[in-house]
């Protein structure tokens, strides 16, 4: 018997005929003498129709009173799917409860719409596992010190998930979604992917932060933080498969590097089409520009990415970096209203039809050339790199937004990711 925890996604929760399954599968688990904690998201749809009515009534204003009606509003969306999850579950004969976040609770910082959990107080959920209850907690949300609802940013149920899993030193948790785990990369774009029994939480991590959309980042960087064991599977195979063989599906997130690792040098091919690139062109080259350029940027709240300066030519150089694609507009403009004309630089150029594609694998660590010959298949196909960054982990290269397909497919292909690993 062991302390199980289960997340189960928007889709999973999509309609009262999968929230049957969902309670038909977690039935199963707590018969087979588990106590159960499940983590569900709101019934797909749901928080886009929330935020949408919200917009409606006042085009996001980014005031913290605006913030903070969005999270008494969006965790709306978890609190009703958890309360009929917990009424399937009685109606399949098991005692169930559920909580919102801030009735465990979860405690958050203040930071609306994108709160960070702070402390979990597993009392009242331990108590009622005892009971013999399932306890349904909220994703998604807390409870800041002063009261107020918090939402944890879109996605964030993961977080909720593997957070109460550390917190109640969980066996393990599972994320249950609509794919069955992680890819070597997205099916959509190379059918030949192959989903990857076991991946290291690294690789996983690196894989979130490059568009991988199957978790959430910051639950990742939470199951690394406080060792969750961590598995990605599918809610979609019958509820009555043998729970062993449930128990195996998917995709382990692992922590030991060596002992369960198929041995690629590649793991995976991550992209992204969020970024936008971004120059500063006719730069004085002197100390201290980087810091005026990314802070002016940073002070506005925007995230930059791949950064890149240039050899310097007269005591100019260029400056080039990406940001998200839907914080472009507003790094343009810090630039040209702040930073052009205290920096004395010639001018700012942009383009948001770039893409973002990595190679990503544990395996680069320990082998040489890994991304030479990423280089050299890019070259082959006649993709023009605009910008490399690395990490003992991955390589990734800024290219044309339109050649982006290509490019994953070679690389796929390059790497043998598709074929299963010797
Ligand atoms: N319902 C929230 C969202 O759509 C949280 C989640 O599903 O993880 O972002
Ligand atoms: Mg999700």
């Known amino acids: 018997m062991a302390l199980i925890v289960h997340k189960y ?21 707590a018969r087979a003498g588990h106590q159960m904690v499940v983590v569900p998201s709101a019934m797909s749809g749901e928080t886009n129709r929330l935020l949408g009515l919200a917009k409606e009534l006042a085009p ?3 005031t913290d009173s605006y913030s903070r009606e969005l999270d008494m509003l969006a965790s709306t969306g978890e609190q009703a799917s958890s309360a009929l999850l ?40 331990r108590a009622d596992l005892e009971a013999g209850r399932v306890v349904i907690v909220t994703g998604f949300q807390g409870l800041d010190e002063l009261g107020n609802i918090t ?8 977080t909720s998930a593997v957070a109460v899993a550390a917190a109640m030193k969980a066996e393990e948790c599972l994320i249950f979604t609509d794919v069955d785990g992680v890819y070597t990369t997205d099916p959509r774009v190379v059918p030949e992917a192959r989903r990857l029994k076991t991946v290291s939480f690294e690789e996983m991590l690196e894989m979130a932060s490059m568009g991988s959309k199957v978790l959430q980042i910051r639950s990742v960087e939470f199951a690394g933080k406080y060792k969750v064991k961590l598995r990605v599977l599918s809610s979609f195979t019958p509820w009555d498969i043998d729970i062993n063989e449930e128990a ?20 995976g091919i991550a992209f992204n089409r969020d970024e936008a690139k971004i120059s500063v062109l006719g730069v004085p080259d002197t100390p201290g520009i980087a810091y005026r350029i990314l802070g002016a940027v940073a ?22 970096f990406t940001v998200n694609r839907g914080d472009y507009a507003k790094a343009i403009d810090v630039l040209k209203s702040k930073v052009l004309p205290s920096l004395g630089a010639q001018e700012v150029v942009g383009d948001t039809k770039i893409c973002k594609v990595s190679i990503v694998g544990i395996g680069m660590r320990s082998h040489v050339g890994v991304a030479s010959k990423m280089f050299r298949v890019l070259s082959e196909e006649g993709i023009n790199i605009q910008m490399i960054s690395t990490s003992e982990i991955k390589t990734s290269v800024v290219i044309d937004e339109k050649y982006m397909e290509l490019a994953v497919r070679a690389l796929h292909k390059a790497f043998d990711l598709d074929q299963p690993p010797v």
């Open 86 to 125: 917990a009424i399937a579950l009685q109606a399949e004969g098991m005692e169930s409860v559920s909580y919102a976040g801030w009735q465990v609770p979860i405690r958050t910082n203040s930071a609306h719409t994108k709160a960070r959990i702070e402390s979990i107080d597993d009392t009242k959920v």
């Open 9 to 29: 996604g928007g889709t999973s929760m999509g309609s009262t005929e999968r929230i049957r399954h969902v309670a038909k599968r977690v039935a199963k688990w």
């Open 248 to 267: 195996a599906s998917g995709t382990l997130i692992t922590f030991e590097e060596d002992e369960h690792m198929e041995q690629a040098i590649v793991s």
């Open 60 to 62: 996001s204003k980014a």
């Open 151 to 158: 939402t944890l940013g879109r996605g964030g149920s993961d």
């Open 299 to 320: 002070d506005a709240n925007v995230e930059v990415d791949v950064i890149i300066q240039n050899l310097s030519k007269d005591g100019k150089t260029d400056f080039s």
